[in-house]
């Protein structure tokens, strides 16, 4: 007698797991925010990116108040379909912002919560193959995460990508390329190839950026490893962000607070290596109470007007050598039962230039500041006014935006305070931060100000939490300068020095799954 044909859905009473192939994944963040600072250009509405005091415009008050809420989701898709077995997944992120009430009908990011919405706002992060073809190995294709640490983006929780590595102190962005990843037992290594900007198709004009970083882990605590990138730039500031363009002599820099390459509109073309180790120990801070992480990155390279250029009154220069040098030291002790109960010291110094381009040579730190906004975002040293935070929507105005601090170099210390009052429940942390300039600008000092802040967090379950902020930073002399000698806005071209930054905001996010 035949056999009746099984029936795989009816083969068992409850699934062993949910076979889904589309998964869905979210980060949500409300927040209500109250500060002085405010952008002067009535355009500035929207997102509002870039070193305070800078080129964006913004600036501090003491007697007017920011009072605004903002939101914004970053949905994720993943599709793994059972037919590739896991061998292969595509990823696809997106952003929606607004600040509440801003505009409506019409067509642009980071707006659309006026009433009646219907805004076109939607904004593509990342769309991404990630391929598996044997253990261990993967191959990232298109529109990912372009940052500097060792881990994937995709498989490590972000707090890990901030804390090793170069954390994302010189590329943390999304960029478009490739990039293949090999994890062994006790090692990983990873090379990349990223297309940063494409001008005309038929011209060598494009820049591009090579990466191989690879880590060792040395002992059950500790890990070293190394990188090297290179940045080929033949765009000579074309291309890039709207009407700032991009590259060594564009606008972009004096809004991202590093240094502008005084080319004007020559064209130039630049070959910039970035060769540096990194360390860690117990850098999951669950081995034992202490933790400890540093970075030394150094940057060699050339860049080359093609042509003698005036660089000001009494300068000329053609080619420029380029020497730069960063170093960073964290420690971390927890004397509690969880990871929130900490003590931790964190320092980070770069070179600075004195003299501009006089000598032929620039002797500060390039980061991908230079091309992109942000392009690393240095957002874990605890501060939140002096040095840039995460919590942010459409406002990223740090007084430091860059390690580089716009040529002059940095010796930035910040000190935390982390406790577990409830633990993994309700959790509270006091901080505080100071920086010196390596360099004084003109008519200013070295001392670039003193931060105090605190916050507090309680934790509905897991990845949903409510918060409050707050930050007061003290302004040094060094923002008595208006300007530096290539034309840099350094406290937003006023006499004297600008009232001093605070901000105090409540934050509800959640992390779904």
């Known amino acids: 007698m035949a056999q009746a044909p099984s029936n795989q859905y009816f083969s068992r009473e409850i699934p062993l797991k949910a076979d889904k192939e589309l998964q869905f994944f979210a980060f949500y963040i409300n927040q209500a925010v109250m500060s002085n600072i405010y952008a002067k250009n009535d355009f500035l509405k929207g997102q509002v990116v870039g070193r305070l005091f800078g080129a964006n415009s913004t600036t501090t008050s003491d007697s007017l108040t920011s009072s605004y809420a903002e939101q914004r989701l970053i949905p994720f898709f993943i599709y793994q379909p059972k037919l590739f077995d896991g061998k292969a997944i595509l990823r696809a992120s997106f952003e929606i912002d607004w600040t509440w009430g801003d505009v409506a009908y019409g067509v642009g990011g980071n707006f659309g919560s006026a009433i009646s919405a219907d805004q076109v706002n939607l904004q593509t992060q990342n769309i991404e193959l990630e391929l598996n073809p044997a253990k261990g190995w993967f191959i990232n294709l298109g529109l990912q995460r372009m940052f500097d640490t060792p881990y994937n983006p995709y498989r490590t929780y972000f707090d890990k990508m901030t804390q090793t590595g170069y954390r994302l102190a010189f590329f943390g962005t999304d960029a478009v390329g490739i990039t293949i990843r090999k994890d062994f037992d006790f090692s990983r290594f990873k090379t990349g190839y990223y297309k940063l900007y494409e001008n005309y198709i038929q011209l060598d004009d494009d820049v591009t950026l090579y990466e191989f970083t690879a880590e060792k882990d040395i002992s059950r605590a500790w890990k070293f490893g190394g990188a090297t990138y290179y940045a080929r730039d033949r765009a000579s500031g074309a291309g890039g962000v709207s009407i700032l363009s991009q590259g060594l002599n564009s606008l972009l820099a004096t809004h991202n607070g590093v240094y502008r390459f005084p080319f004007r509109t020559a064209p130039y073309k630049a070959d910039i290596f970035w060769l540096g180790t990194f360390f860690g120990r117990n850098t999951e801070h669950m081995i034992d109470p202490w933790m400890i992480t540093g970075f030394v990155m150094a940057n060699v390279g050339t860049a080359d007007t093609l042509t003698n250029q005036i660089v000001s009154q009494t300068e000329w220069s053609r080619a420029v050598d380029i020497l730069g040098l960063a170093a960073n030291l ?20 770069t070179t600075g230039d004195s003299d501009g381009l006089s000598d032929g040579k620039y002797s500060g730190v390039i980061t991908a500041n230079q091309w992109g906004a942000p392009g690393a975002m240095f957002i874990s040293s605890g ?26 170099g940095l010796n930035a210390l910040t000190l935390n305070f982390s406790k577990g009052i409830i633990p993994n429940r309700l959790n509270a942390k006091l901080g505080t931060a100071m920086a010196l300039s390596n360099v004084e600008p003109l008519g200013g000092t070295s001392f670039m100000g003193a931060e105090v ?18 930050a007061y930073l003290s302004l040094g002399d060094f923002y008595k300068s208006r300007q530096s000698s290539y034309g840099s806005p350094v406290n937003g071209d006023i006499d004297g020095r600008p009232a001093n930054p605070w901000t105090a905001f409540l934050v509800f996010k959640w992390l779904m799954f």
Do not use: C, K, W
Request: aromatic fraction near 18%; proline fraction near 5%; charged fraction near 10%.
């Open 330 to 349: 964290r420690v971390s002790y927890r004397y509690g039962q969880t990871t929130a109960d900490n003590i931790t010291l964190d320092y980070v110094y």
């Open 383 to 408: 501060a939140y006014l002096l040095m840039p935070h995460a919590n942010v929507v459409n406002r990223y105005t740090p007084a430091i935006m860059d390690i580089s601090n716009m040529g002059y």
């Open 453 to 470: 802040n605190a916050n507090v967090a309680y934790f509905f379950g897991p990845f949903m939490s409510l918060e409050l902020h707050g």
